[in-house]
């Protein structure tokens, strides 16, 4: 079946180049086409002077635009707000001035979507002197657009305390993407300029512009990563009192801020409240609320609402049970988890092994750990360390280098304590060697190690010999390595049985 490919056709594939950055194969393909015998149209030129101008190429985009005129396809508004914007947007405040004449020359008047365009442009380039110059040039052209424009340019541009100075001076509504661009980048910062956030919301409300839903989550988020649970608070009343429900992300953000802060009482409080307005939780409120008060009996209330577990709500839940050692409940969990084809991960698999060697259960630690690699979970360096550690006969080092898993410090810890508490030194200084060579860049640990090992079997000079390699290592001593160390006031004398 022959299709023929049209202008239309080929705009499509530059501007799909264009967006992968691929100007120079947009080009090519458009000399393909010309060569084919489709002469092009202004949107086939506007595309591709877009492409050059957002990469910063705007010789090229001015050889195009000449090249269309040669062709008698005159640029019409929307190339030269393109050509305006992308000079500015690259810094070039003067030809991008230059272009505003020209098609002003042309009989094309720029329009507030051109100035716009000029006036973001220069300020994301850090051009903000020539963009405030070029705003008060306007006169009684400049326009409404024109102030937000500026507002929403210092935004982008993270500017934010001018961008909030030129919003409080505007006593009339803006764009709502104005306000969210504003909002959002103030909701990034710190604490004044959530407060500043705020503000905001306020004054959007006074000029009875509504805000997005995700607004208030949004702030509400913001006062939480802050750690002002109270502000918080006191934003959930303001709701309140102007009859807003907050979302469910709203719920669930403060819920957990409240956990964060151990207030376990207010976050089951509002727990209950969200449902009560209506507000149905979902597998994540649910996670955060059984991470913090794992004897919260759920079950039977996510199954009503069909509130689905997911690995996450599991890893946490087994996580619980593992450090309260409730292997019992945390086997029903990894049960139900299978029931549900909802496969367990390295995490959940590493905390169970590592529970049970702490409950001194070898073997069903070891158990565990053959099942998982029969799921096809490959193990990480955790859970062979975990396993070295309580099982310190298992030999790891064939297997480990069969699955290209690589030791690091913690497991190279563990081969030279276990050598030091048989009082093998020869060994251990062995295993610490191959750690140095393997690139891997010990702490203070392994050193210390070394050091309680020589004491142990008598090899003070030894001991301090390590003791110096540390320091000059640049490692800071710790607590036991100074207890451990070659200098203390209580050793008496002895003789070292290696020098």
């Keep these: 079946m022959d299709i023929t490919l049209d202008k239309v056709c080929y705009n499509v594939a530059f501007d799909a180049l264009v967006k992968l950055g691929e100007v120079d194969e947009a080009i090519k393909l458009f000399r393909e086409m010309t060569g084919e015998g489709i002469a092009p149209d202004v949107v086939n030129y506007t595309t591709l002077i877009n492409g050059c101008c957002l990469q910063g190429r705007c010789g090229d985009a001015f050889d195009l635009m000449i090249e269309m005129d040669g062709t008698g396809q005159t640029p019409d508004i929307v190339t030269y707000n393109v050509l305006a914007g992308g000079l500015a947007r690259k810094g070039f405040a003067e030809e991008a001035f230059e272009t505003l004449k020209l098609m002003e020359a042309r009989g094309v008047k720029p329009t507030f979507v051109t100035r716009n365009m000029v006036i973001e442009g220069l300020i994301a380039a850090g051009k903000t ?12 052209e400049r326009s409404r657009e024109n102030e937000a424009s500026m507002v929403k340019g210092y935004a982008e541009a993270g500017r ?16 709502k993407n104005v306000y969210f661009t504003l909002f959002s980048s103030l909701c990034a910062g710190d604490e004044d300029h959530i407060g500043k956030a705020q503000y905001l919301l306020e004054r959007m409300w006074k000029l009875g512009v509504e805000p ?12 939480c990563r802050v750690d002002n649970v109270r502000k918080a608070h006191q934003f959930l009343k303001v709701l309140g009192g102007r009859e807003i429900i907050p979302d469910l992300y709203t719920y669930t953000t403060m819920i957990n ?13 509002l727990f209950k409240e969200m449902k009560r307005v209506g507000i149905k939780p979902d597998v ?27 690995v996450v709500y599991y890893t946490i839940m087994i996580d619980t049970y593992c450090r309260l050692n409730n292997l019992k409940k945390a086997n029903a969990l990894l049960k139900d988890m299978q029931r549900r084809e909802i496969t367990p991960d390295l995490f959940i698999y590493t905390i169970m092994i590592n529970t049970y060697c702490r409950l001194n259960e070898r073997k069903q630690a070891f158990a565990l750990f053959k099942e998982m690699k029969r799921v096809g979970i490959k ?32 497991y190279y810890t563990v081969l030279i304590d276990q050598q030091c508490k048989i009082g093998d030194l020869k060994e251990a200084e062995r295993i610490f060697g191959e750690m140095i060579e393997s690139g891997v860049e010990p702490d203070a640990a392994p050193f210390t190690a070394l050091i309680a090992c020589c004491r142990k079997t008598g090899y003070l000079k030894e001991a301090k010999r390590i003791f110096d390699l540390m320091i000059e290592s640049g490692i800071k001593p710790d607590r036991v390595s100074y207890r451990n160390g070659p200098v203390r006031k209580a050793d008496t004398p002895m003789l070292d049985k290696g020098d």
């Excluded at 964060?260 to 207010?266: D, G, P, T």
């Excluded at 030999?395 to 069969?402: P, Q, S, V, Y």
Aim: net charge negative; charged share 30%.
């Design 129 to 140: 002197d020539e963009a405030e110059a070029f705003y008060e040039s306007l006169g009684h």
């Design 160 to 175: 934010l305390d001018q961008a909030f100075e030129r919003f409080i001076r505007l006593d009339f509504p803006l764009p």
């Design 212 to 223: 997005g839903k995700s607004m208030y989550g949004m702030l509400v988020g913001a006062w």
């Design 257 to 269: 801020a409240y956990c964060r802060k151990n207030e376990l009482k207010e976050a089951h409080a």
């Design 284 to 310: 994540v409120t649910y996670t955060v609320l059984l991470n913090n008060i794992p004897n919260l009996d759920t079950k039977r209330e996510m199954e009503e609402l069909g509130v689905e577990p997911d």
């Design 379 to 410: 193990p990480d360096v955790v859970t062979y360390t975990v396993l070295l550690n309580n099982i310190p006969k298992l030999d790891t080092k064939e297997e480990m280098e069969a699955l290209d898993v690589k030791p690091d410090v913690f």
